[in-house]
């Protein structure tokens, strides 16, 4: 398999023992903790800014970004915009967009879901629903604990409880506070959820847990997974130090390894390459060398394509583009 460098957004800093600048702005990025491209449109939960970037087409390197929600402008980075809980973010992670176009956000510190029934293409949207709070205005901890993950296939909304170690499931989109049609408890801190062939992979990271469990079918406990991948949290082949993203596409499945800072790509249930290290027994920040473009620090999120891969570096402060031929 051919894995080839595109292009970094968020500003640069290549050749640099510095991380890039994260002040806000149209084109920098603090901390982002999700990623997401659907038809063509990128979006990026700028965690640390506590906002969501959204690029109208696919960006070119440090291209500003066209729209930008949770503040009122491009150069603002407070929780909340200052106090606006309706229109506002505080920490954002997890980005999603279904099938029909619609928006999901897991605002994650704030403890919910909130929902644009499309993709806005005006800064500042309010949002057109909330799951997980009785309103806009409410933001104390309530269904949720710290959602950082959000996941919508063939009809059924999942999401992410961290800070509750469950996984929630509803048939269609529910009512701000409707009960759940299914819970599935076990998991020590679960961050991720992706759906390959006939298996959902759910990425658990938390103490003592560094695992992707497999589950086919359907979603269950985490005892009661089918396989799972992680067998040591050090360096190492099939080692995971706290997976906190995890993507697919028809081939392959995309697992950030953050705290070894890499990204992992399998086929079937056997790693074939790593990014962001030489080989699979290293692990240190950018290779303890500097920022480079092939290098990761703390990478959260993965997403996939079938012909390209987006990583949420985060420790580096921006999001890096790769394609490759499978």
């Known amino acids: 398999m051919k894995v080839e460098f595109l292009s970094v957004i968020g500003a640069s800093s290549e050749f640099s023992l510095q991380v890039p600048d994260a002040k806000a702005s149209p ?6 903790r999700g990623v997401f491209l659907k038809d063509n449109t990128l979006i990026v939960a700028d965690t640390g800014n506590h906002r969501v970037l959204i690029w109208k087409g696919l960006p070119k390197q440090n291209q500003p ?8 402008d491009f150069y603002s980075d407070h929780p909340n915009a200052g106090g606006d809980t309706e229109r506002g973010l505080f920490m954002p992670t997890g980005v999603f967009v279904s099938d029909e176009g619609k928006l999901f956000v897991a605002d994650a ?14 800064s500042f949207s309010k949002p057109d629903h909330v799951i997980g709070q009785p309103n806009l205005k409410q933001v104390d901890r309530n269904l949720f604990f710290w959602c950082f993950g959000v996941y919508y296939s063939e009809g059924y909304l999942y999401v992410c409880d961290t800070g509750n170690r469950r996984i929630l499931k509803w048939k269609g989109i529910p009512d ?16 991720a959820i992706c759906k390959k062939d006939e298996y959902f992979f ?16 359907s979603l269950r406990c985490a005892q009661q997974a089918d396989f799972y991948l992680g067998h040591g949290e050090g360096c190492g082949r099939f080692n995971l130090n706290l997976p906190y993203g995890v993507s697919a596409n028809h081939r392959l499945l995309f697992v950030a390894d953050t705290s070894n800072n890499r990204v992992l790509i399998f086929e079937e249930r056997k790693p074939i390459a790593v990014l962001g290290q ?19 620090c703390w990478p959260y999120a993965v997403f ?8 949420a570096d985060t420790g580096n402060n921006r999001v890096v583009l790769y394609s490759f031929n499978a």
């Open 65 to 72: 970004a066209d729209v930008v929600l949770g503040q009122r």
């Open 109 to 122: 510190w704030n403890h919910r879901i909130l929902l644009w029934d499309r993709v806005p293409e005006e």
């Open 202 to 217: 759910v990425a658990d990271a938390g103490t003592g847990v560094s695992k992707v469990y497999a589950f086919r079918n």
């Open 304 to 311: 996939s394509t079938e012909n390209l891969l987006l990583i």
């Open 27 to 32: 084109c920098t990025l603090y901390g982002p």
């Open 176 to 191: 701000s506070m409707q009960d759940p049609d299914d819970i599935y408890e076990g998991f020590s801190w679960p961050h």
């Open 278 to 296: 030489k080989d699979f027994s290293e692990c240190g920040e950018n290779r303890w060398e500097g920022v480079y473009k092939d290098t990761l």
